[in-house]
């Protein structure tokens, strides 16, 4: 079945820098990439997603890149902000049944 | 416009006793997965749901779980006789049909087994 790594497992940024996290797949055949924050307790909540025939999609802050070749994703926040601060997951498309598969996460902290 | 509901939002079940977690997808929505996540992992697939029909059950456990999405009301998750290890966040999240990839997920049931 699908492969899905992300990393880093935490990241630490001030106010106003970067924030960069990267998920890699293994199934070639996968075509829908989205990334879910979820602040503590709460639900996973959907905030930028990409599919297999677009490179780049940006949305305000966040924007996301895929390379297909390399089989790899990456999620872009700029500008950070404290309200930033949450677990962002990766998940990958799998199979004619729409499932997605999940990274391990990532909990992002911005500090003041 | 609701989102997807989830109920009860927290259930305290005794081993061996049962637990039923409902989801009511988004209006419009015909397709409901089921996911579990363990504190401080992410989510697993559990099952996939069409309206009467389980279209992929890959990520149940093979005894105990079971899942249906009846032609009225919500879809129903059921856990029978619960262990200790059943005790995580169950999310129910719902798409459009299959030309959506889409999926929005609903508040979670944390299940607690004592």
């Known amino acids: 079945g699908e492969n899905v790594e992300q990393h880093p497992s935490t990241l630490s940024v001030q106010e106003g820098d970067s924030a960069v996290i990267k998920c890699t797949y293994s199934d070639s055949a996968s075509n829908y990439f989205p990334w879910y924050k979820q602040e503590l307790g709460k639900r996973p909540q959907l905030i930028i997603d990409i599919r297999s025939n677009v490179g780049e999609k940006k949305d305000q802050r966040i924007a996301v890149t895929l390379n297909k070749t390399a089989k790899h994703f990456s999620l872009h926040i700029t500008e950070t902000q404290p309200e930033d601060s949450a677990v962002y997951f990766c998940?990958?498309?799998?199979?004619?049944?729409?499932?997605?598969?999940f990274g391990t996460g990532t909990r992002l902290q911005v500090t003041l | 416009n609701a989102g997807v509901m989830q109920n009860p939002r927290h259930l305290v079940r005794r081993r061996g006793q049962e637990a039923r977690l409902r989801c009511s997808p988004m209006?419009?929505?015909?397709?409901v997965y089921w996911y579990r996540q363990l504190p401080e992992e992410g989510l697993k697939f559990m099952v996939y749901l069409q309206k009467e029909n389980i279209i992929d059950e890959s990520g149940m456990p093979k005894e105990r779980f079971s899942a249906e999405f009846p032609k009225e009301g919500p879809s129903i998750l059921r856990i029978q006789q619960v262990v200790r290890g059943d005790s995580a966040a169950y999310f129910c999240?719902?798409?459009?049909?299959?030309?959506?990839?889409?999926?929005?997920f609903g508040p979670g049931t944390r299940l607690t087994v004592t």
């Open positions: 209006k419009g929505h015909s397709h």
């Open positions: 998940a990958v498309h799998t199979g004619t049944a729409s499932k997605l598969t």
């Open positions: 999240a719902s798409s459009p049909g299959t030309a959506s990839y889409e999926q929005y």
